[in-house]
């Protein structure tokens, strides 16, 4: 059996050999879209384009790795460091270009990304500034409304307008406040990478003219999940060769609650006359059973590109509806035939799922799987980076080549415990305000004027031997930051805080295997780059993955174990067999999608077509006859999209369920709605 590349099918051809201009892939769920885009670039090349003139964006780090890897290898040229294609997330893109233009923004060079628990530290004090009561808005509130309002590319200024209530109003005067404090800083947030750089290219020409002219081609994969920030910055890099193309699936798009916009991937032939249309529709993944019920289910939506898929897998078993009298029932009904299919060895635990709509249908299926003694994973669980004590030592990097980096020497200024106490930062902050300086150096004007207690000077001088100074240019940064925290004592701090020896020794391997990434990141960057910059670097690349995981909450799952997790968050990834459980209306379509009509439906029926198209041979649908609320028993009604991917879709009637009479806050809600649509 030959072991190279499997031959294209004919659109894969024709989506290969397009020659350059705008292209638009449109790629059905399990149809080699990825395998497309490596081979496109790949044949790019073959027509002589410099791979460093190729611009391939995705979106999420693990897939640029990916990607990156295989199409070095398929455009059959040796490794050059210096000569292979750029792929990368749009975050990750928009960070190295802020680097190269960032006092053009207003920014300093060596400018700080913060992570969640700093944006929450400024949220709080902006908060405490505009004097906003905690029971109408608070910190994770206005960072939810900021991340909103900079997604759909609305600035401080223009936030007010979108404002239509009292909380909106605050949030938007928090904004303002928010934004010039991170600016005051030197410092951006996840979101700012992106509308920092779509403002550069708005108003700086030659900016954009410089980032656009360093590529020749470019290629965008989930074009789909775009959104009104992310599709701008992308068509201000493509326009002037045209040579766009991107590769995406309109039917799974399922991230409008996160900014995308669907509209961009329906509306490309429009926006780039003369493009040239692909469409993928031969589906390797699912049986034809299962492909056949997904077209059903999709088609209901009117607001699409028209494509049908038709499966070239083999023939499997139907998908399977399961009816339960009650979510307890669901729950051992469920798991009972996932033991079965294991027992039987007809699936393994690794290629197996339950999908949820929401995160709070799990316990009942966790308590069985606990019950029956099933290991499995939730997937989404804490990540890594979300650890103290790796917070820590990120704060100290940043510290090592930054001391003016307010909010990460606050963080550590007295971690491990070096005398500096809560009185003492205050009072620095409160001199480093009234100075214009930084906390740092208003602890070294105070140590200088020995106004500091002997503890606090001594803790002030074991730092001043470590940062804001250039170590030998051939001293790895792994090693200086090894020799940092062995000379601070942190693992020895990290021993007294954890009396627990498992728990103690998992912290002090989360620091060692910081020191492990660093010490990676900086191969063949040692001699040739500045200390601080290998540094930033690597900073830049765990917040970024930092952000990914929060927004994402779907890392390639790992194990021979059983898989819980969410639809949004099976996006992505396939198994042989899947439970797709809670098929209920107000589930389902979810309550939430219920109240915005066509429109909310339709992007929950994409929902549920991701999940059907997740299985390759085993597809099981559960729903429940009855569910509890508010203590008692309610009945359920089946999911409409049950009715339509069984091809029965004329047998729903559509008769939302009303309120619960004893929810007031509900009661009132649709009196209000109800009001406001009579008036003239």
Not at 488 to 503: M, N, P, R
Not at 598 to 624: K, N
Request: aromatic share 6%; net charge positive.
């Amino acid at each position: 059996m030959s072991s190279g590349p499997l031959p294209l099918n004919a659109a894969q051809h024709d989506a290969v050999h397009a020659p350059p201009g705008p292209l638009l892939v449109l790629a059905g769920a399990g149809t080699g879209k990825t395998r497309v885009v490596i081979a496109r670039i790949a044949r790019l090349v073959q027509r002589g384009a410099s791979p460093s003139r190729i611009l391939a964006v995705t979106f999420t780090n693990r897939a640029a790795r990916e990607m990156l890897e295989r199409a070095t290898k398929a455009s059959g040229r040796k490794s050059n460091r210096n000569d292979k294609p750029e792929i990368s997330t749009i975050h990750s893109l928009c960070a190295r270009i802020l680097r190269r233009h960032a006092e053009r923004a207003g920014y300093p060079p060596g400018f700080a990304i913060i992570d969640r628990g700093e944006q929450e530290s400024v949220a709080r004090r902006v908060l405490k500034e505009i004097k906003a009561p905690e029971t109408s808005l608070q910190s994770g509130d206005l960072l939810y409304r900021i991340s909103r309002w900079k997604t759909a590319a609305i600035r401080p200024g223009e936030a007010i307008e979108h404002a239509d209530d009292d909380r909106g109003h605050l949030a938007a005067s928090g904004y303002r406040r928010y934004q010039a404090a991170l600016k005051a800083a030197g410092a951006v947030d996840f979101d700012d990478l992106l509308c920092v750089v779509d403002e550069l290219f708005t108003h700086e020409e030659d900016v954009r003219r410089a980032e656009a002219g360093r590529f020749d081609h470019v290629l965008v994969d989930e074009y789909q999940d775009t959104s009104r920030t992310q599709e701008r910055i992308l068509t201000s890099l493509a326009r002037d060769h045209k040579s766009f193309c991107v590769v995406g699936d309109d039917d799974q798009s399922i991230y409008a609650w996160r900014g995308a916009e669907i509209s961009h991937i329906l509306e490309f032939p429009k926006r780039w006359p003369g493009a040239h249309v692909v469409r993928l529709e031969e589906n390797y993944r699912s049986t034809p059973q299962i492909i056949t019920a997904a077209n059903l289910l999709i088609e209901r939506n009117s607001r699409r590109h028209g494509k049908t898929l038709v499966s070239k897998a083999a023939a499997g078993p139907p998908p399977v509806i399961v009816q339960a009298g009650d979510e307890e029932d669901e729950a051992k009904r469920v798991v009972g035939e996932i033991a079965d299919r294991f027992r039987l060895q007809q699936v393994t635990p690794g290629e197996a799922v339950i999908l949820f709509r929401t995160g709070e249908q799990t316990r009942l299926f966790e308590q069985e799987l606990r019950r029956r003694s099933i290991p499995y994973e939730m997937v989404g669980s804490r990540s890594f980076f979300d650890r103290r004590e790796v917070k820590d030592v990120m704060a100290l990097l940043r510290v090592l080549v930054d001391p003016d980096d307010d909010m990460a020497f606050l963080r550590i200024a007295n971690v491990p415990p070096r005398g500096l106490s809560a009185a003492a930062i205050k009072k620095a902050r409160v001199e480093a305000s009234e100075a214009a300086t930084s906390v740092w150096r208003a602890f070294k004007a105070s140590r200088d004027a020995q106004s500091l207690s002997p503890a606090a000077a001594a803790g002030i001088d074991q730092l001043a031997e470590w940062v804001g100074r250039e170590p030998p240019v051939t001293k790895p940064p792994s090693v200086v930051l090894a020799e940092l925290i062995d000379t601070l004592g942190y693992q020895q701090f990290l021993a007294k805080e954890y009396e627990d020896a498992e728990e103690r020794a998992g912290r002090q391997d989360c620091v060692q295997e910081l020191v492990n990434g660093l010490s990676q990141a900086e191969r063949g960057k040692v001699g040739q780059q500045p200390f601080g910059q290998i540094i930033r670097e690597f900073l830049d690349d765990l917040v970024l993955d930092v952000q990914e995981r929060e927004r994402f909450k779907s890392d390639k799952p790992r194990g021979d174990v059983l898989r819980l997790m969410t639809l949004h968050a099976a996006k992505g990834l396939e198994f042989d067999a899947v439970w797709m459980v809670g098929m209920e209306e107000g589930y389902l379509p979810h309550k939430r999608a219920l109240d915005e009509g066509e429109t909310g439906v339709a992007e929950e029926r994409r929902l549920a077509y991701v999940g059907v198209t997740r299985a390759r041979q085993r597809l099981t649908l559960s729903l429940c006859l009855s569910r509890s609320k508010w203590g008692k028993k309610k009945a359920s009604r089946p999911s409409r999209f049950l009715y339509e991917l069984t091809g029965q879709a004329e047998k729903f009637v559509e008769s939302p369920p009303e309120p619960a009479p004893h929810d007031p806050r509900r009661a009132k809600a649709a009196k209000r709605k109800s009001s406001r649509g009579v008036r003239r």
